[in-house]
Each structure stands twice: as structure tokens, then as C-alpha cells.
């Protein structure tokens, strides 16, 4: 089993920035991709960005320029910068983790944006 738990979330202002963590327990070896997904109210779970261990990142085209994602393979742990943060990236940010061929979730963390 793996367990995935997020910290970091929190009530920011517009312009304003957060960092999310994203620690991996357990089970953790043949974890291959790592990332982040957001589910605002009334919306579906979307793509944010995501890394291989490698270390290739892809990112949605709302937040490139702004988010920059960050793996430590070493401490199981995945990062999310959030610079620039606007209304509209508020949501529910979720971690996955992908391990044969699985995708595995935390329970969430709340990121709120104020204007």
C-alpha cells in the first residue's frame, strides 16, 4: 500500500504564492510519475503537472509560467510551487502517484484564492 498525504494548502491572496508538499509512504518503490490534479466546485478533476521520475514535466497550459513542479525521489515527496496565483486557481489539489500503471490519491488539500 501506498499512502499519499498533502500539506501546504491555505487562503491566499490574488498574486500571492503557496507551496504544496506531497509525502509517499509504504509501499513506495516502482512509483514512476508524480504530480498534481485540481477539482474546483461544480468542475472535474483537472491536470495540473505532473513528473516522471526522470524528471520530465508537463503542466497545463493555465498555470505554465506560474507553478513549477519538483520531485525529491529520495524523500518520496513532490512539490508544487504556486506563483502568481489567481481566483480561478482555486480548488481541491489532489496528489497522485502512478505505480504500475495505478494512479493512487491523497485526500486533497484546499487552496483558496482571494480577489
Known amino acids: 500500500q501506498v499512502r499519499l498525504v498533502e500539506s501546504g494548502g491555505g487562503l491566499v491572496q490574488a498574486g500571492g504564492s503557496l507551496r504544496l508538499s506531497c509525502v509517499a509512504s509504504?509501499?513506495?518503490?516502482?512509483?514512476?510519475?508524480m504530480g498534481w490534479y485540481r477539482q474546483a466546485p461544480g468542475k472535474q478533476r483537472e491536470l495540473v503537472a505532473v513528473?516522471?521520475?526522470?524528471?520530465?514535466?508537463n503542466y497545463a497550459d493555465s498555470v505554465k509560467g506560474r507553478f513549477t513542479i519538483s520531485r525529491d525521489n529520495a524523500l518520496n515527496t513532490v512539490y508544487l510551487q504556486m506563483n502568481s496565483l489567481k481566483p480561478e486557481d482555486t480548488a481541491v489539489y489532489y496528489c497522485?502517484?502512478?505505480?504500475?500503471?495505478?494512479?493512487?490519491w491523497g485526500q486533497g488539500t484546499q487552496v483558496t484564492v482571494s480577489s
Open positions: 497522485t502517484a502512478v505505480r504500475y500503471g495505478i494512479a493512487l
Open positions: 513528473v516522471t521520475s526522470g524528471g520530465s514535466r
Open positions: 509504504g509501499s513506495t518503490f516502482s512509483i514512476n510519475g
